[in-house]
């Protein structure tokens, strides 16, 4: 028996930690974490239940899709047989050309998911082929805070927070003690217990709420009139960054204007949080800096006032004087290694393509168009931003042309990490749309629901069996990842492989794809670092060290101070940029029908937030494994005793959720009462149950507990202006209770 180490990543959340596979005879018999390399503290890892499932998953065959599968019978009938790869690849590249020939490139959509997937191979195949229509998951996840800290700085920007010298931590809609298995939470809850201040922004208790100095509770979707009446008090209190205002900022007066247009009174009872307890907390974040302000999911999906939200929370950063500060936040460096724009190979994207992406011309960023102006800012100080998922096409639109044919029709789909038919928006029309569809391709670990309906489903390698590489979307200079430890067991292939497999099959430009494979692929990412892969496997990480104050930095081209990339070169507070690509120079609060105006009192009426995250699960993940099953079996809803008490419900009721406007669709979840803001529930999101597969083709019961049966991919038939964010938390529903138990 041969006996070998191997350093390897966990695959299972974004954070990929290190761990040393032992092998022997070439099969890995035992995972320990590493703590030789990032991110070093394996305190992390201990403390996770995923991991063990790295050594489960690896050589499962029973729940892995292990061989190429094709669709026989109906579409959804739920029938598959084994094909060989070379059958599945040619048939697949034979249909898309047809279609692609038909209808034109465009009519290929793609559908990525969340933080687990690496993005830039599917797009690179999107942009191999031709097609603008890359759908993701960026307008409710992520891209609103990168797209409007890009607009009011210039670029994104990283929570900078440091135990030791950050003088008070703000959390906004963001619940790291539940979503985030890293040192960060860890590193929060020790500050705390050693006095730090911690205010968080939650519509419910959340687990981080729990330790929190100050814990708000604003109802869904209101974040902004809290931002605007923060500013108002900071103003009116004298607690403003004085120079850093008069010297770096751009537009404080219309900036300020807007933040008077309510007293906190006002804001208190749009919020539902008392005058007193708003002004605490601003003053408590602008007197103790250095104070980082992070905000995250929770007001990434409230719709129309989401981007207007993270231009307020960006400028409560800088008139405070906390941005680019050491213990508050620091403005990101480009990447010294290869960026997302070239790994993605956009530039070779035709004009004729970008003009058919079905975001143009009305999204004003998030679109061909919007991203080309966006980005002459960022690139006055020699910065690209990446374009595929900052111009990711909105799922909805995508749904439309395939039912309805148009503006044209959209017949195919790739899947790659994710599973639409679950997470994203609108289950109903999803499904509708997969019916219209001619071809659609998942390539997958699991039968998820998404992959019932697919007419290929391809057997996807996952981390310990490909290496493992995150970038942070290629928006800082910061890298981390690991290798492989073993090749791809039983017929998978990495996902770089297939799709190269597949592009190289259709004819398309190979010089788009000179690396065979992932690890040669990942090596010419890292060269220009000066690294070779080998080298960067030492650690596993790479970054330069952080810099603050960068706007005083000496442009190297005229020696005065470099400032910031936009059209001012200051921080801009007001942004005629983006009024002129269609929102308000200074942000306005929207009020939402039905849940902030008009709302409905007949006594089983709520608004819905969906999606707050809980371990062990991860979106639509894991609900296939036993012993997560076992610690969580049931879909949750939460509310507070008050508001269940109005419905007439107790903990553990089954109860079905309805929206008001389509009363017709119901979701079977529990009751839990919980500490949070009245009137309001909290549904849980992903579920689907697995164990029914048995029984196809009812999609593993897909149409039973999944929340998105609720949501929709617009705002009252409209997108927002800039992003096409809709809304995930705050919806109108009802909600009453399932009579008879199942
Ligand atoms: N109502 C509601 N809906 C939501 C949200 C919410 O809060 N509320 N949250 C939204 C957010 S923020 C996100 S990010 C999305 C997440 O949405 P998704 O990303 O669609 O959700 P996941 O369950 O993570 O789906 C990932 C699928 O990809 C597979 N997979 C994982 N890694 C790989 C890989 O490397 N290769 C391949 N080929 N497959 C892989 C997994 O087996 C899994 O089935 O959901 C969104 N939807
Ligand atoms: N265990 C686990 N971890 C995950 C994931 C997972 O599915 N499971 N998903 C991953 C993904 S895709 C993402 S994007 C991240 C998300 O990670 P986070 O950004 O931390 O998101 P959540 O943990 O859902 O916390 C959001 C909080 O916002 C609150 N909230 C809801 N609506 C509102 C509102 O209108 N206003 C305010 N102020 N608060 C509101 C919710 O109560 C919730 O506690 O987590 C990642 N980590
Ligand atoms: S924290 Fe994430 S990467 Fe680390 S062991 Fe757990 S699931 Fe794996
Ligand atoms: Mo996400």
């Known amino acids: ?8 990543n966990c695959h299972y959340c974004g954070y990929l930690c290190a761990f040393e596979a032992k092998l022997e005879d070439g099969r890995v018999v035992e995972f320990t974490p590493d703590s030789t390399r990032y991110p070093y503290d394996t305190s992390v890892s201990a403390r996770c239940h995923r991991w063990k499932l790295n050594l489960e998953k690896l050589y499962d065959e029973d729940t892995r899709v292990n061989y190429p599968l094709r669709r026989v019978g109906e579409r959804g009938s739920g029938r598959f047989e084994r094909v060989s790869w070379d059958e599945a690849l040619d048939d697949i590249a034979k249909r898309m050309e047809a279609l692609i020939d038909e209808h034109g490139p465009w009519t290929v959509a793609s559908a990525i998911g969340g933080p687990h ?3 830039w191979p599917l797009h690179r195949f999107m942009t191999s082929i031709g097609s603008p229509n890359n759908m993701g998951i960026g307008p409710i996840c992520w891209n609103p805070r990168i797209w409007m800290d890009t607009m009011t700085y210039g670029w994104s920007i990283e929570c900078d927070f440091r135990p030791d010298l950050t003088g008070c931590l703000m ?4 619940n790291p003690a539940e979503s985030d298995n890293s040192l960060f939470w860890r590193n929060i809850a020790q500050y705390t217990r050693d006095g730090g201040k911690l205010i968080v922004i939650d519509s419910r208790l959340s687990m981080t709420a729990t330790k929190a100095s100050i814990w708000l509770a604003p109802f869904p979707g209101t974040d902004l009139v809290l931002a605007y009446a923060f500013a108002r008090v900071i103003i009116e209190e004298g607690l403003i960054d004085r120079d850093f205002v008069n010297e770096w900022c751009f537009g ?4 300020k204007e807007a933040a008077f247009e309510r007293t906190v009174e006002e804001a208190a009872q749009i919020t539902h949080i008392d005058a007193e307890k708003i002004r605490e907390a601003a003053r408590m974040y602008a007197t103790n800096a250095p104070a980082g302000l992070l905000s995250g999911r929770g007001v990434d999906q409230i719709g129309v006032n989401t981007a207007p939200l993270h231009r307020v929370i960006a400028a409560l950063r800088a008139i405070t004087g906390n941005l680019d500060v ?3 936040c620091s403005i990101n460096e480009a990447p010294s290694f290869m960026s997302e724009l070239e790994l993605e190979g956009s530039a070779q994207l035709s004009p004729e393509s970008r003009a058919h992406g079905l975001n143009e011309p009305d999204c004003g960023l998030q679109s061909f168009a919007g991203y080309e102006l966006a980005n002459q800012r960022t690139a006055k100080l020699g910065r690209n931003l990446p374009m595929r998922y900052l111009t990711s096409v909105l799922p909805v639109r995508v749904w439309n042309a395939a039912v309805t044919g148009e503006p044209y029709r959209v017949s195919a789909l790739i899947v790659d990490g994710a599973n639409p038919l679950v997470t994203y928006a609108d289950t109903n029309l999803v499904m509708k749309a997969f019916e219209a569809m001619d071809l659609i391709v998942v390539m997958e670990f699991i039968m998820t629901p998404t992959a019932l309906m697919a007419d290929y489903v391809l057997p996807a390698a996952a981390a310990v069996e490909h290496p493992c590489f995150q970038a942070m979307g290629g928006v800082s200079n ?14 998978r292939k990495e996902d770089y492989v297939i799709l190269r497999e597949l592009a190289l099959r259709m004819g398309c430009d190979e010089e788009l794809w000179p690396a065979k494979n992932l690890t040669e692929e990942l090596a010419r990412t890292i060269a220009p670092t000066g690294m070779s892969w080998d080298d960067f496997t030492v650690t596993g990480i790479c970054g330069g060290s952080t810099s603050y104050y960068k706007h005083l930095f000496p442009n190297p081209e005229t020696g005065e101070m470099q400032g910031f990339a936009t059209e001012s070169g200051k921080v801009e507070l007001a942004i ?5 690509q269609g929102a308000d120079l200074v942000s306005h609060f929207t009020p939402v029908p039905g849940v902030h105006v008009d709302v409905c009192d007949d006594d089983d009426c709520v608004t819905l937030i969906t999606g707050a995250r809980k371990q062990p699960y991860w979106a639509s993940s894991y609900f296939e494994v036993p012993s997560m099953r076992a610690r969580h079996p049931k879909p949750t809803v939460e509310m507070s005793e008050k508001t269940a008490s109005r419905l007439g419900l107790a903990e553990g009721d089954a109860c079905l959720i309805s929206r008001q406007d ?20 909290s549904a849980e999101y992903g579920w689907w149950y697995p164990e029914s597969i048995a029984d196809e083709p009812d999609f593993a019961e897909c149409f039973k507990s999944n929340i998105n049966l609720l949501t929709r991919g617009t705002v009252d038939g409209k997108a927002e202006p800039l992003i096409g964010t809709w809304i995930y938390n705050g919806i109108p529903c009802r909600i009453r209770k399932k009579e008879r138990s199942l």
Do not use: N, S
């Open 1 to 8: 028996m041969t006996a070998q180490i191997k350093k390897t």
């Open 117 to 119: 997937a690496v993005y």
């Open 171 to 174: 959390l906004w809609g963001t």
């Open 252 to 255: 404080f007066e219309e900036f």
């Open 326 to 328: 050491p213990g508050a």
């Open 478 to 491: 910061f890298c981390y990842g690991g290798p492989a430890a073993v090749e791809p067991q039983f017929e």
């Open 576 to 580: 005629p940029f983006l009024e002129r």
């Open 662 to 681: 389509t009363p017709g669709i119901e979701v079977l979840q529990y009751v839990h009462i919980a500490d949070m803001v009245d009137d309001v529930a």
